[in-house]
């Protein structure tokens, strides 16, 4: 996914940088007054419209020796030295440190600190690096660049910095809460993830850092973004807390017509689950960094789709006007259901996309693309626009992402804990299953469902099928969830697909969200 990049097109970078950093300079001592002309993110919007004005220019075929050619194992053993951390100087409570160039992040990025206003490029320095085992023999140039950067703040301890965020390849990002453990992905655009053409992967080329001051309570980071078919500027407004929020604004300006672009992009993995389950000998039963897409639709209603590992890629669409919100969850928090030491799968934080403003028409789109084991990001969701973007335009969006860390909070209701599924039969039965025959089971839990525990008589299921026929339905109180459990058996013709939603009420009133999945036979 990572393009090379030319060192000459980043020497170019640098200079027009610290061009500019002497221009503001000069511009606040104009006839000996100073005049204050602090860089903003109008900057890099202007910077944005007219590099879109101009021919992409692709990257380069590789960096110097030796750092085309490190390994796996050589490239993690380069360390930024954290005595080196960056933003000390402003006393604010953030850090950063810097990623090395090399393996699968050849495309250098150059990195501005914005002091006082004026913005100065971050020189390499072979110093600010650990190399470990590698042996650099030959000095690397000082504009070489980064692949990225991360910052630091106190996020568990007072006295601890710990990660907040990383920026490192093309434009994804990831963040973290108290207490989260890295998993999914954000990413700043996604172009032709399904739209019968190669996936496009734009690029963020520059960043600049406001240098925090004491008792910020936030950090400030504004990025250039760059690809064949649009350039754009982008503003990152990070709060640190137990969810850690970012706010999110974007101008875009289109070279070509984008008919498939993702906003607010998210990237997961989802290898196996209680929904689906793989013929592994592995130890631990769930491998998933995200186990449901949810969405809050614009007309308010509260929607749960499992993700899964399927046999083929698949594409799940949800038409909505001005979503309220769309993210990748991680609901799953029982370690036992991973027995993961290592990885803490149960400490992955979910994504939640709230869009700022109205989006229009358009859908969330997900798609889920098989993988064989727990090593590949294989799930991407993302806001599809109905309109395609045109060369001319400037498209301004903006939203909140969370690192929603629990299941409760997000909406007053019930929730879908788990989904399985199994051949239609009674329990112990040795008869032949039909695969044209399948059961859905559903646990709901939360919200008022533990009301009706005395009168489960009260509570509906209210289960649909786009295609095929419902053969039975049950519903019972499942006091070990504090809910009710939901079967659902469907029937379906060799060759057909469904889509299922099911949810439960009482009376006209809802009283979960609304729980669908698809479902083959071939």
């Not at 000095?139 to 920026?167: C, Q, S, T």
């Amino acid at each position: 996914m990572m393009n090379l990049s030319r060192r000459t097109l980043l020497q170019s970078l640098l200079a027009a940088t610290a061009l500019s950093a002497s221009s503001y300079q000069a511009s606040a001592q104009q006839n000996g007054v100073p005049q204050p002309n602090p860089f903003r993110y109008e900057d890099v919007v202007r910077r944005a419209r007219e590099l879109a004005t101009a021919p992409f220019e692709a990257p380069p075929s590789q960096l110097p020796e030796p750092l085309n050619r490190l390994s796996f194992d050589d490239y993690r053993d380069i360390r930024f030295r954290p005595d080196k951390a960056l933003l000390a100087s402003g006393n604010g409570p953030f850090r950063m440190q810097l990623f090395h160039l090399g393996f699968l992040y050849p495309r250098p990025v150059t990195v501005n600190i914005i002091r006082d206003g004026v913005p100065t490029p971050v020189p390499y320095q072979r110093e600010l690096f650990d190399y470990g085992r590698n042996k650099i023999e030959r000095p690397l140039p000082v504009n070489l660049g980064f692949a990225g950067f991360r910052l630091h703040y106190p996020l568990n301890d007072p006295k601890v910095m710990d990660e907040l965020i990383a920026f490192l390849g093309a434009s994804y990002f990831r963040f973290l809460g108290a207490g989260q453990k890295y998993g999914l992905s954000a990413r700043g655009l996604a172009i032709n993830v399904e739209g019968g053409e190669a996936e496009e992967f734009p690029h963020f080329r520059e960043f600049w850092v406001d240098l925090p001051k004491p008792n910020d309570d936030r950090a400030v980071i504004y990025a250039l973004l760059d690809s064949p078919s649009v350039s754009g500027a982008y503003r990152f407004d990070i709060y640190p807390s137990k969810e850690t929020t970012i706010d999110v604004t974007a101008t875009l300006f289109p070279r070509q017509t984008l008919n498939n672009v993702g906003l607010a992009p998210l990237t997961s993995m989802y290898f196996e689950g209680e929904n689906d389950r793989k013929p592994t000998d592995d130890f631990r039963m769930e491998l998933h960094d995200s186990d449901g897409l949810l969405i809050h639709s614009g007309a308010g209603e509260w929607i749960w789709r499992p993700i899964r590992n399927p046999a083929k890629k698949t594409i799940s669409s949800f038409s909505d006007n001005n979503p309220r919100g769309f993210g990748l969850m991680q609901r799953d928090r029982v370690f036992e259901h991973y027995q993961d030491l290592e990885a803490h799968y149960h400490r992955r934080p979910g994504y939640w996309v709230e869009p700022v403003g109205q989006w229009g028409e358009g859908w969330v789109e997900l798609v889920e693309i098989p993988t064989a084991d727990e090593t590949q990001d294989n799930i991407v969701a993302y806001w599809q626009p109905n309109r395609p973007y045109e060369p001319g335009q400037e498209v301004v969006i903006a939203y909140r992402l969370r690192a929603a860390a629990a299941i409760g909070g997000m909406h007053p209701g019930g929730k879908a804990v788990n989904t399985f599924q199994t051949p239609p039969r009674a329990s112990g039965s040795n008869a032949p299953s039909d695969p044209r025959h399948r059961r859905f089971i559903v646990d709901f839990a939360g919200g008022d469902l533990s009301y009706y525990f005395s009168a489960p008589e009260q509570v509906q299921l209210v289960p649909s099928t786009s295609t095929g026929q419902i053969t039975n339905t049950f519903i019972m109180p499942n006091p070990h969830i504090d809910g009710f459990r939901a079967a659902i058996d469907v029937r379906l013709e060799p060759g057909q697909s469904t889509d299922l939603r099911a949810f439960l009420r009482a009376g006209n009133r809802a009283l979960t969200e609304t729980w669908t999945y698809p479902w083959f036979v071939e």
